[in-house]
T-cell receptor, first 114, second 112 residues
Framework: EPEVTQTPSHQVTQMGQEVILRCVPISNHLYFYWYRQILGQKVEFLVSFYNNEISEKSEIFDDQFSVERPDGSNFTLKIRSTKLEDSAMYFC????????????FGSGTRLTVV | GESVGLHLPTLSVQEGDNSIINCAYSNSASDYFIWYKQESGKGPQFIIDIRSNMDKRQGQRVTVLLNKTVKHLSLQIAATQPGDSAVYFCAENPMGDYKLSFGAGTTVTVRA
């Protein structure tokens, strides 16, 4: 069964450093997403991406965040200057069309900012 | 076992019993709903979905019920097994939108 792959599984970074979280969506999917989950809390939407541009973003997705699809297979989330409160699980997801068509999550990257 | 009311963060259920997990959604414009299972250290896994033109949908050992009048969603798991221990989230999707809005989650623990 096709899956969304995320690397690394765990990243520890110093406060103020830049991090890049990587995702390989399912190959024929067209829509890509990032979500985050602070420990013990619900999953929160960050951003959706389609046709090489952001289609929607949440209030959480401020100027510190950016997304990119640098080639035909990877989808990245960059946090420019990490803060302690950025510590969370970050999930990538992809779908063929909208949420009702193959919306699949990766296993996540646990980001710890120290 | 059943989570009483709109939402409880934890549900303990005896193996073999049926489980009922409840969820209240907020957006009247939502027309698509999904239940996800999340095991420790993993991403949300799709369990079952339902569209707003239905009030019940059945899968293998799972049933989702939708009450649009009171904006309530429930997940029923028949003959709960140890492998069902996980956090369960409901998610809603407003028509024309591409993001999912997740509920707070219910941790289900199955007692042997």
């Amino acid at each position: 069964e096709p899956e969304v792959t995320q690397t690394p599984s765990h990243q520890v970074t110093q406060m103020g450093q830049e991090v890049i979280l990587r995702c390989v969506p399912i190959s024929n999917h067209l829509y890509f997403y990032w979500y985050r989950q602070i420990l013990g809390q619900k999953v929160e939407f960050l951003v959706s991406f389609y046709n090489n541009e952001i289609s929607e973003k949440s209030e959480i997705f401020d100027d510190q965040f950016s997304v990119e699809r640098p080639d035909g297979s990877n989808f990245t989330l960059k946090i420019r200057s990490t803060k302690l409160e950025d510590s969370a699980m970050y999930f990538c997801a992809s779908s063929l069309t909208g949420p009702s068509n193959g919306y699949t999550f990766g296993s996540g990257t646990r980001l710890t900012v120290v | 076992g059943e989570s009483v009311g709109l939402h409880l963060p934890t549900l303990s259920v005896q193996e073999g019993d049926n489980s009922i997990i409840n969820c209240a959604y907020s957006n009247s414009a939502s027309d698509y709903f999904i239940w996800y299972k999340q095991e420790s250290g993993k991403g949300p896994q799709f369990i079952i979905d339902i569209r707003s033109n239905m009030d019940k949908r059945q899968g293998q050992r799972v049933t989702v019920l939708l009450n649009k009048t009171v904006k309530h969603l429930s997940l029923q798991i028949a003959a709960t097994q140890p492998g069902d221990s996980a956090v369960y989230f409901c998610a809603e999707n407003p028509m024309g939108d591409y993001k999912l809005s997740f509920g707070a989650g219910t941790t289900v623990t199955v007692r042997a």
